[in-house]
């Protein structure tokens, strides 16, 4: 459980909703086929459905801040480099407006391509 205090009560958020909101935000990202699971083995990368989307992401929270890992297909043709910096934006914008959490860093490991 992820969460923070104020002078109004406390919030916490559990791994798995904050991972559906960076999963569903980076789903919304041109370019982006879908997340793969981040404990895929020999080369081997399955693209996972939209109701197991955390299993494509890593979340780690220190000192009040989030760092988020998330593992993704993109498409053949497209700029890698554009659509991964449109996909930390985005889903640093999200996470930190629906949460109020803030995040130090975000890593987007570009797993496969598809042709």
Not at 65 to 78: D, N, Q, S
Request: with cysteine; charged share 20%; glycine share 8%.
């Amino acid at each position: 459980m992820i969460g923070y205090s104020n002078e109004q009560g406390n919030v916490t958020y559990s791994d798995e909703v904050l991972a559906k909101i960076v999963g569903l935000s980076t789903m919304e990202c041109y370019g982006v086929v879908g997340m793969v699971s981040k404990t895929a083995t020999e080369g081997f990368w399955e693209l996972i459905r939209v109701e197991n989307l955390s299993k494509g992401v890593k979340i780690n929270f220190n000192e009040n801040k989030l760092i988020i890992e998330l593992f993704v297909m993109v498409e053949y043709g497209t700029k890698i480099s554009v659509i991964a910096n449109n996909i930390i934006q985005k889903v640093r914008y999200n996470v930190e407006n629906y949460t109020g959490l803030k995040v130090s860093a975000i890593t987007v490991n570009v797993q496969a391509v598809r042709v």
